[in-house]
């Protein structure tokens, strides 16, 4: 069994993978801040042969996790953020500096659909953009939903957005203090990505693909306004594409990687941006 690890700001995610056939046996998630020890919700590291992990949590969390993997599994990937990997070029002017989730997301993307806009929902919203050629231009980094209502300090940091809310209802003006945060933050992210999106496409000629993930991928893709996929493994598919163990991920082929729909024409997407500045 292959364990892999994408140990965020706030969750640390994990799957263990069958190694001979692919399939994704389990999955899970704990608390980053809380210690990564054998017991309820940690998988069994009896059966794990090898283990792959993206980290961007403090130094430390990710030594100690590695030090007792070591213990236990015979062998432990560590992915980092390199100057090149993959046919993309990392667009950092130091680019070890550039968070190892959004670098495994680029070349998730890239190997999946080419030249691409990678939005990663999490503690953080990131949104990173490669070029044809795996050019990776860097990208952009926003407070998290979640982040944004805790800064704002008004008790309503326990009352998440309904991921089943329909984005029409998310964008009206809220009539209660719960209301009026969750909206204006749906906003602000979603305005942001979709605004993002068309600057970089119309800047540099070219009509990209779109894929997000992160824990609140789901509500905040449902108010984009291009076509996207939501691909919650993107990370893990980073992680198999640098550390390739089973045939299909030699072959190239990543657990969950979503059907792409092709970005809509770049007439179209200037077309939206030179609306909203007339507004
Ligand atoms: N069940 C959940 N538990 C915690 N956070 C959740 C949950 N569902 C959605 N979220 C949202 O997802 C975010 C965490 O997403 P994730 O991509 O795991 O972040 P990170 O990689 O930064 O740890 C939280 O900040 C929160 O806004
Ligand atoms: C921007 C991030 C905090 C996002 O982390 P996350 O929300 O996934 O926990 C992380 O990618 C990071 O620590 N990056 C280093 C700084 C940078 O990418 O420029
Ligand atoms: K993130």
């Known amino acids: 069994m292959i364990l892999d690890l994408d140990i965020g700001n706030t969750l640390s995610k994990w799957r263990l993978k069958d190694v001979d056939t692919s399939e994704i046996r389990s999955r899970g998630a704990v608390w980053t801040r809380e210690e990564w020890r054998p017991g309820a919700d940690i998988p069994n590291l009896e ?19 590695v030090q007792l993997l070591r213990q236990r599994v015979g062998a432990v990937y560590v992915a980092s953020s390199t100057p090149e990997a ?7 002017e130091e680019p070890e500096r550039l968070g190892v989730d959004r670098w495994l997301g680029v070349l998730a993307g890239y190997q999946q659909v080419g030249a691409c806009c990678a939005v990663d929902c999490g503690s953080a919203i990131t949104i990173d953009f490669v070029l044809p050629g795996g050019r990776h231009l860097g990208g952009y980094i926003l407070p998290g939903l979640r982040l944004m209502k805790e800064s704002l300090k008004l008790g309503t940091r326990n009352v998440a957005i309904d991921p089943d809310s329909e984005p029409e209802e998310l964008l009206v003006p809220g009539r209660r203090t719960v209301e009026a945060v969750n909206h204006g933050i749906y906003m602000a992210a979603v305005s942001a990505i979709n605004r993002v999106y068309a600057e970089v496409c ?18 905040v893709a449902r108010g984009l306004q291009v076509p996207h996929a939501v691909w919650p493994d993107m ?20 657990a969950g990687a979503p059907c792409v729909p092709s970005p809509v024409a770049l007439e179209k997407i200037r077309a939206g941006l030179a609306f909203s500045m007339l507004l």
């Open 86 to 92: 993959l046919g993309v070029t990392n667009g950092y």
């Open 47 to 65: 059966v794990v042969e090898s283990v792959r992990i993206s980290s961007v949590a403090r130094r430390a969390v990710l030594e100690e996790t």
């Open 235 to 254: 990370v893990y598919g980073g992680l198999e594409a640098c550390f390739p163990l089973t045939a299909a991920e030699r072959a190239g082929r990543m």
């Open 202 to 219: 119309d800047s540099e000629g070219v009509a990209l693909p779109l894929m997000v993930t992160g824990g609140d991928a789901r509500v």
